[in-house]
């Protein structure tokens, strides 16, 4: 085992922390995950909101797997962690640092596009699934790796379905890698499938209740009526943070300016509010806002975000969410050779993801702004692949570069169909031509 002892003495907020992670749910089956992981070369792991997975399994992978003994810093293998999104392979890995009693960028890094915040002293690593598969270009049996860990993989993104298959073949070169696969909310049975039967570990969130309010009617404008749930909860419901879900950039600015203005237009019969936008676009800087502590003027915290703050994040403090229930997507039409994004209805899986948000600290409530029948009627139970609605020429480019050359045999979850391949693998090359033929002129 890693002796945490041989970093440095620690501090009193070490204590302090170690006593606040020692209560999350996944430290009651902390033995029993790190015997099944000693046991099996691929885990899966199905860790409900709040149960603790995202910070605290790296860290227990890190000390069951990391001592010299073993050779992961004699030999300089690390453990990896990967996140769909940018500000949680960033917030995330800060937070473990915090609790590690590091610095950042020490033992503990972060990879991002543009941004490698690692050293050689790195042990534990949080980066993005895409950047991972750039890692795998230049190291395709990825012998930097001790353990990789895909975590959030119910979100089912392009890169992650690119790495499932492509870490199933490299964990047949490789006896000594381990795999571990979090998430969410999982199809558990088709994961377990897919892995082989690879052994499946439960751990329970620490949810309060959270109060589903539902939409008597329809609603035709579904921005209007989310500002006014917002300024109701305001001027209503004791203190307590929002999270309201929106579907992109343009629609989140457009929802914090009105909603900071309603509030300075009601003057003194309410207390202030701090507005903070969240989407992918966003510069990191900016989306790190969501985690400051309240400043000294106090406020109601109203974060307006994108379907991002799902399962990634955790936003301390949030009580109320308000769900529209819509999500932009992108979907893929190949006769016109054109990929957009769509408002789409969001599934019963994520109407679930958002309403969990509120009860992290406390009991909460979830105001969704359709109606019940709606939820049973119309809402899929999951979202559909990006796999199954993308163009994928990009990632027939990336299965090329990773050394993969029969692309209707990859072992994909959810395979597309073979002429969506072919097709993608002709527009593949005659984008490369064109690049090809431009640089020569």
Not at 40 to 46: A, D, E, R
Request: proline residues 5%; negative net charge; contains cysteine.
């Amino acid at each position: 085992m890693v002796n945490e002892s041989e970093f440095r003495t620690h501090s009193q907020r070490y204590y302090e922390i170690l006593e606040k992670r020692k209560t999350l749910p996944v430290w009651q089956q902390k033995e029993e995950f790190l015997r099944v992981l000693s046991a099996n070369q691929t885990v899966i792991l199905v860790g409900e909101t709040g149960s603790g997975k995202t910070t605290q399994i790296p860290q227990f992978v890190l000390e069951a797997f990391g001592d010299n003994n073993k050779g992961i810093t004699k030999n300089k293998k690390m453990i990896a962690c990967t996140q769909p999104r940018r500000v949680a392979a960033i917030s995330v890995s800060k937070r473990v640092a915090e609790e590690m009693d590091v610095k950042i960028g020490e033992e503990v890094g972060y990879t991002i596009r543009f941004e490698d915040c690692s050293s050689s002293k790195t042990v534990l690593k949080y980066l993005t699934d895409g950047m991972l598969l750039r890692e795998a270009m230049a190291d395709p049996l990825l012998e930097r790796y001790r353990v990789i860990i895909l975590d959030e993989a119910h979100e089912r993104t392009l890169a992650t379905d690119v790495l499932f298959g492509f870490l199933k073949e490299v964990l047949k070169n490789r006896a000594d890698l381990k795999l571990v696969v979090m998430s969410a909310t999982l199809e558990a049975e088709k994961f377990q499938s897919y892995f082989s039967g690879s052994p499946l570990i439960n751990v329970p969130g620490r949810l309060h209740p959270v109060e589903i309010l539902y939409s008597e009617k329809p609603q035709k404008d579904y921005l209007e009526s989310a500002i006014q749930t917002v300024l109701q909860i305001h001027i209503c419901e004791p203190p307590g943070d929002v999270l309201v879900f929106l579907t992109g950039e343009e629609e989140i600015e457009d929802a914090c300016s009105r909603i900071r203005r309603e509030v300075q237009n009601l003057g003194s019969q309410v207390g202030p509010v701090n507005v903070l936008p969240l989407y992918s676009t966003l510069p990191p800087a900016m989306q790190q806002k969501i985690f400051d502590p309240p400043d000294e003027a106090g406020g109601r915290k109203i974060v307006v975000s994108t379907n991002i703050a799902e399962t990634s994040l955790t936003i301390d403090g949030i009580v109320y969410v308000i769900d529209p229930g819509f999500v932009k997507l992108t979907v893929y039409n190949p006769r016109v050779r054109l990929e957009s994004l769509l408002v789409s209805l969001i599934s019963k899986a994520s109407a679930n993801q958002r309403a969990g948000r509120a009860g992290r600290t406390r009991p909460g409530k979830c105001f969704r702004l359709y109606t019940n029948k709606s939820f049973d009627e119309l809402l899929q139970p999951q979202t559909y692949p990006e796999i199954l609605r993308s163009n994928l020429s990009n990632t027939v480019l990336t299965l090329k570069k990773l050394g993969v050359d029969d692309l209707v045999h990859f072992d994909f979850m959810d395979p597309p169909a073979p002429e969506t391949l072919m097709r993608s693998s002709s527009e593949a090359i005659q984008e490369a031509k064109t690049v090809r033929d431009e640089d020569e002129d």
